[in-house]
Each structure stands twice: as C-alpha cells, then as structure tokens.
Antibody
Framework: QVQLVESGGGVVQPGGSLRLSCAAS????????MHWVRQAPGKGLEWVAF????????FYPDSVKGRFTISRDNSEDTVHLQMNSLRAEDTAVYYC???????????WGRGTRVTVSS | EIVMTQSPATLSVSPGERATLSCRAS??????LAWYQQKPGQAPRLLIY???TRATGIPARFSGSGSGTEFTLTISSLQSEDFAVYYC??????????FGQGTKVEIK
C-alpha cells in the first residue's frame, strides 16, 4: 500500500532554515510527480510546491517562490523541501502528497509540523 | 489564479440526514475538480475526482456533481464518521493548484 512519511519539522527562528523530507513506498516513485501542501493552524490547505517525476520541472506559488526549493532522489524514493528565510506565516503542518499526473492528490502523508517563532 | 469558494462555512446536520456542500470556481474548471475529507489531526483523504468519480474505497453515500464553475458534494445519509471538514480543489489551471477554504460538517 502507498505510504508517505514526512520528517524534519520543528521549531525555528524567523529567518532560519529547515529541510523537510518525505519517504515514499508502495508505488513506483520515479513515475509520479510529488507535491508539498501546508495547513496553518486552524486554516485551510495551501499548495506549496510540485516536482515532476524526473525532477526536471518545479513549480511554486508566489508566497514561497525564491525561499523554498523542492527536490527529489529517485534512487532513495524521497522528496525534500528546503525552506529558507522562514517567516511566522510559514508556521503550518506540511504534507507531502502523491500526484495523479498533474491533477489531484491521491495519497497524503500524515504531515510534519513547522513552527517559526522567536 | 483560480479562486475556489465553498459554502456554507459550517453545516449542522443530524446523523442520517443529507448534507449538501457547495463549491464555486472563479472561472470554469470544466470537470477538473476534486473533493477531500479531513478529520481532526489527520491528513486529507481523496473522496471525489473528475467532479463526480468516487475514489477507491469511498462509500456510495458520497456523490459529486457539477461542471464549469458550480459543484456540489452530497452525503446522502450522514454517518458518525462523516463529521469532518471537506475541501474542494481545482486542477484545471495550474500552477497554482487551489483549494476552497473548507466546509465543516458538524453534528446538529
């Protein structure tokens, strides 16, 4: 069965950096795009990053562009989110999600919590 | 960017009753719309894609309809496990992939 397990969350000061990871299993990872989606406390869902199956295409919303970088290692079945210049408004639970070819998200991990606070 | 608007924000329903949730897109998304269910402390779960196709393992009491800019998620007879927050998401024009703000279905 498909499993996505996020890690790397924690508490970081404003301006700091954090690297999230998502370990995938149960499907042919190298065949699918992957997303990161976040949810601020008590708020809705916000898409944060996408990477194509081969890593050649990446997209970000304006809210994180230039600060966040998505990457993947198809030999390790993992996807990462490098987050730099973190702000209080980046505080959220971050989920990785498997892409149904550039469409919706059919499987989600349980999330990892990021808190940006001094 | 396509803005998704859900209504109502909160829906109070008794177990066994029907629940009808609405989602509106700021421009046509054809039928490229998905619905997700999220329970407290859990990840979202895919319910519906293509506006009306149930995902694997989703009970028949969940149904989706609509096209263009107006969509509906109907839960025909609410069970205790259905009380949750529901989100719509468009995947017609991306990036960005955009979600509605959610509808909370609570026990009346």
């Amino acid at each position: 069965q498909v499993q996505l397990v996020e890690s790397g969350g924690g508490v970081v000061q404003p301006g700091g950096s954090l690297r999230l990871s998502c370990a995938a299993s149960g499907f042919t990872f190298s065949h699918y795009g992957m997303h990161w989606v976040r949810q601020a406390p008590g708020k809705g869902l916000e898409w944060v990053a996408f990477i194509r199956s081969d890593g050649s295409v990446k997209f970000y919303p304006d809210s994180v562009k230039g600060r966040f970088t998505i990457s993947r290692d198809n030999s390790e079945d993992t996807v990462h989110l490098q987050m730099n210049s973190l702000r209080a408004e980046d505080t959220a639970v971050y989920y990785c999600a498997k892409d149904v070819p550039v469409a919706y998200f059919d499987y989600w991990g349980r999330g990892t919590r990021v808190t940006v606070s001094s | 960017e396509i803005v998704m608007t859900q209504s109502p924000a909160t829906l109070s329903v008794s177990p066994g009753e029907r629940a009808t949730l609405s989602c509106r897109a700021s421009q046509s998304v054809v039928s490229n719309l998905a619905w997700y269910q999220q329970k407290p402390g859990q990840a979202p779960r895919l319910l519906i894609y293509g506006a009306s196709t149930r995902a694997t393992g989703i009970p028949a009491r969940f149904s989706g309809s609509g096209s263009g800019t107006e969509f509906t998620l109907t839960i025909s007879s609410l069970q205790s496990e259905d009380f949750a927050v529901y989100y719509c998401q468009q995947y017609n024009n991306w990036p960005p992939w955009t979600f509605g703000q959610g509808t909370k279905v609570e026990i009346k």
